[in-house]
């Protein structure tokens, strides 16, 4: 009797196991596959009228089409919404 319990203990304890190593690797894809807005991420970012990089936390933020400009300053955001008047 003493064997069966040991080896139904044994098989609960791979079963565990199992499940913890698929759980850690899907937790893994998701935090990989996850994208998060450059404020976060730390990531810098371009200011597309004088070509500057910076800290998006820092940079002036103007929402584009679906996604968001960085300006260095209010001047460099003011003349890109000029140029854009220009184009049209
Ligand atoms: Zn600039």
């Known amino acids: ?4 319990i ?15 190593v698929l759980m850690s690797i899907q937790g893994l894809g998701k935090g990989n ?3 998060k ?7 810098m970012v371009k200011d ?4 500057m990089y910076m800290d998006p936390r820092l940079a002036v933020r103007m929402d584009g089409r679906g996604k968001p400009l960085y ?13 854009k008047k220009t184009d049209n």
Do not use: D
């Open 1 to 4: 009797m003493g064997a069966i």
């Open 6 to 20: 040991v080896r139904i203990l044994l098989l609960a304890m791979v079963v565990w196991v199992i499940r913890y």
């Open 33 to 35: 596959s996850k994208k």
């Open 37 to 43: 807005p450059a404020e976060e991420t730390g990531v």
């Open 48 to 51: 597309p009228v004088c070509g």
């Open 71 to 83: 300006f260095c300053s209010e001047e460099c955001k003011s003349k890109y919404l000029a140029y």
